[in-house]
């Protein structure tokens, strides 16, 4: 069973500035992972799949890289709606625990 | 439009079963597989495994297999999950999602609580 896990637990950034948030694999998972967010009360929404490519309608501030066992989701120039949590999962299996992004 | 329709809020007694039910619609049922995933208040999302909706294969976590059934009716575009034995800590939202490379829809949600 192939472990997910995220880091920070939590990040507090300002509006307007860069958010990097990190996943690593306990074993190689090629580019089979995806990003997703969520908001209080909503169910998730996928920003990413295949490691860097943005879902249909993702705005492009969202950007995903790495492969293998190192993974990140970088947020070039926060929004307000952008506050939120961020799970990654390897593809169809296990989700890591998330990072919660809030305003600083 | 894609559209994943689950069943309403339950409420069971320790010891139960409940059945989920999604029901697909705005896309051809049979080239997706399902997914479920169900996330406990304030904890992380949890996958639970998936049902090929055209040839009624399935994955379970190991975590519940044993416990859980997946099941699929093609001419209703519906996907069911069962779950037995249930227990306090088995309280969540359970959810559906679509997918391949990641869930791209998900349903709405459906609340189980596990209360005596």
């Known amino acids: 069973e192939i472990v997910m896990t995220q880091s920070p637990a939590t990040l507090s950034v300002s509006p307007g500035e860069r958010a990097t948030l990190s996943c690593r694999a306990s074993?190689?998972?090629?580019?089979?992972l995806a990003w997703y967010q969520q908001k209080p009360g909503q169910a998730p929404r996928l920003l990413i799949y295949?490691?860097?490519t943005r879902a249909s309608g993702i705005p492009a501030r969202f950007s995903g890289s790495g492969s293998g066992t190192e993974f990140s989701l970088t947020i070039s120039s926060l929004q307000s709606e952008d506050f939120a949590v961020y799970y990654c999962?390897?593809?169809?299996?296990?989700f890591g625990q998330g990072t919660k992004l809030e305003i600083k | 439009q894609v559209q994943l329709v689950q069943s309403g809020a339950e409420v069971k007694k320790p010891g139960a079963s409940v059945q989920v039910s999604c029901k697909a619609s705005?896309?051809?049922?049979?080239?997706?597989?399902m997914h479920w995933v169900r996330q406990a208040p304030g904890q992380r999302l949890e996958w639970m495994g998936w049902?090929?909706?055209?040839?009624?294969?399935?994955k379970y976590s190991k975590r519940f297999q044993g416990r859980v059934t997946f099941t699929s009716d093609t001419s209703a575009s519906t996907a069911y999950m069962e779950l037995s034995s249930l227990r306090s800590e088995d309280t969540a939202l359970y959810y559906c999602?679509?997918?391949?490379?990641?869930?791209?829809?998900w349903g709405q949600g459906t609340l189980v609580t596990v209360s005596s």
């Open positions: 999962q390897q593809y169809n299996y296990f």
């Open positions: 999602a679509r997918g391949i490379a990641g869930y791209d829809h």
């Open positions: 074993q190689s998972i090629s580019s089979n």
């Open positions: 705005g896309y051809t049922f049979t080239t997706y597989a």
């Open positions: 049902i090929n909706a055209g040839n009624g294969n399935t």
């Open positions: 295949g490691a860097s």
